[in-house]
């Protein structure tokens, strides 16, 4: 005797906070109605609902008495709790809704319900860093009479736009212009959609583009000139930028560039006084560059990665760390004689005095399109359960 339980999202496993998130559950009898013990399968009721799971190591963070409090639930009682057996506190969770109540399944048979819910905007994003972690998940739950209650877990990703300007679409009727081949029920809706104008004011906020110049120098002097066109992004997109060393008064003989994000615990949660924060790096590029007049470099921004948040526990901020390796000496390039027919082979030198020095840029990284980050998302957005 048994039933099988199968959630699906109907798109992706990752949502914009304030999207709509839509998952069909489907129960069925797998049970052949020409099997001789075949017979009818009741469930008494099943319900949904989404919750987020906030957990913290002891090590980096000290949490109230309280926040270490754990849902437990023993097998027999009948009351949902969706976080029941997991690690840490619940933060978050939606009203639950019920699916149906008394259902009878005949041997073959399956039935399809909907579950739709706004995931909330005033959560957090979701998160796995070394100090905290935040976990979205869509629990189900069902139950046999006189039966345990039974939990499915679809797991999934929410992205959280925060530090984002207002909107700076036309509110007024009068101002916004008007299409007269779309019927009036086609405006209504296009109006009513602040999560594609949410995505709009994104793509519009990342690309902007404008040169920023710094100047990079070290206690001897210059040593280049570099130079990005923007300091916004969304996940997925390239960082490029370029150096002009032919202006610089000192010779850099190596530089490299990381992409870093810093996972920052709020002072009042610090398990230690002036406890650092914890630095992650998501890509790196290194290049020598000795007698080397202009360079650059590009760096992508994995679509995996969470964009910058703050919570009142941690703060999570993205930066360009450089290194630059400097001689001390001036290093004159190898000459040719102009009427020389001979090959010349130049030979680097053996030993070179230099000095090292680091710069932070700090950075913003925004979300993007949750459509795009599905691609690469380690959840599936379906799950399964026999019970």
Known sequence: MMIE?????????????????????????????????????????????????FHASENRVALPAQGNKQDVQAESETVL?????????????TPPKILFCDLRLDPGESKTYSYSEVVPVDGPPSFRGQAVKYVYKLTIGCQRVNSPIK?????????????????????????????????????????????????????????????????????????????????????????????????????????????QSEEEIQQQYQRRPGQTASVTGHGRHLESC????????????PLNVTPGFSRDIVTLRWRLHFEFVTAREPMEPPTVLQNQSEVTVWAGAEHVDVDTFSWNLPIKVLPTNPALASYVSQFTGTNSITI
């Not at 559950?25 to 008494?44: D, G, W």
């Not at 000795?290 to 921004?301: C, G, K, V, W, Y």
């Open 5 to 53: 339980v199968v959630a699906s999202m109907a798109r992706g496993s990752v949502f914009l906070a304030g999207e709509l998130m839509e998952c069909l559950v489907t129960f069925t009898n797998p049970m052949s109605h020409l099997s001789t013990s075949a017979s009818s399968e009741m469930l008494a009721w099943a319900s949904a609902q989404i919750h987020c799971q």
């Open 81 to 93: 709790i969706p976080s029941r057996g997991e690690r840490g506190q619940c933060v978050l969770d």
């Open 151 to 259: 939990l499915l877990r679809v797991p999934f990703r929410v992205l959280v736009l925060q530090g984002m300007p207002e909107l700076p679409f036309p509110q007024d009727e009068e101002v916004c212009p008007s299409n007269p081949f779309l019927e009036e029920e086609e405006v209504t809706r296009r109006d009513s959609r602040p999560l594609e104008r949410a995505l709009d004011m994104l793509m519009v906020t990342t690309s902007r583009r404008y040169p920023h110049m710094f100047n990079i120098t070290n206690m001897r002097g210059k040593v280049a000139k570099f130079c990005i066109f923007k300091t916004v992004y969304r996940l997925g997109e390239d960082i490029i930028g370029t150096f002009n060393f032919s202006e610089g008064d000192i010779p850099c003989l190596q530089y490299s560039v990381s992409l």
């Open 290 to 301: 000795l007698h080397t007049a202009f360079s650059h470099f590009s760096l992508p921004i």
